[in-house]
């Protein structure tokens, strides 16, 4: 699996080699599998604000529903209408949010198989919705595609309860899955079969920022937990550490280290955000 750089303790660096020496033995079912992507970034509209390095939570650069692209082709997603950790991340390397030109690249090394087409799940803030109407959605989507397994890459909180409801729905239809992301206890409250935890600020699932020695080593993990997870529930611990310090996880939508103007601000923001969102939703209604 090369080097594991930037490992948190020995435990960890020993559990992710044994994935690989069991993986070792499942490698060819893995390659000859067609492994589906499928993430809760946005296609950029140019025409609905800033979304690039550093901005504001962008409520009219959401999706309300699934979309999907060709793996084969370069995309430009982003993660601005999301409430990621915007103190600790700066959404600047796609490559911490969207694996897929590392998933080409473990194709091209023959580790694994890609369908045609990766898939957008929306994140709406409807269980009933996200159950009756994207799941099944997406789940034919990865029978069209004659996918035999599915990649899940969350950003935001929701977006973590989203593809976790996802997951369940393709395994109870016979497609097995893996999520990576960083929101441990909201995917093991969901229960999925397999999830790769990385302990990094919300919006880098997929590896740190600039930093593609991390994000290759993540995606391989990710599949060796896909093939090797010894039981249902199984959760995998990424060895791999944010930074020398964890001071960062205090930040997250803790108002003990936030001003009463910044929580006023905030909650300004967020209420703004609503009202967009609906008037989005209301207007592909009419439309």
Known sequence: ????????????????????????????????????????AAPWQPDKGDQGPGAAYNAAAKFFSVYS?????????????????????????SGTWFPLPALRRAAAQGMVGLPRRFHGAPTNRSQQHTLDVDCPEILARCVEDEADAALLVPNCPVCHQTVSLIARHLEANGIPTVVMGCAKDIVEHCGVPRFLFSDFPLGNSAGRPHDPESQAFTLELALRVLESAPGPRTTVHSPLRWSGSSDWKLDYSNPERLSAEEIRRMREESERARETARAIREDRLIA
């Open 1 to 40: 699996m090369g080097a594991l750089h930037g490992c948190a303790f020995p435990a960890a660096r020993e559990a992710a080699r044994a994935l690989a020496r069991g993986a070792h033995h499942h490698r060819g079912a893995l390659a000859a599998s067609r492994v589906a992507l499928i993430t809760t």
């Open 69 to 93: 692209g060709d793996t084969s082709a370069d995309h430009d997603l982003r993660i601005a209408h999301v409430a990621i950790d915007r103190k600790h991340t700066s959404m600047e390397d």
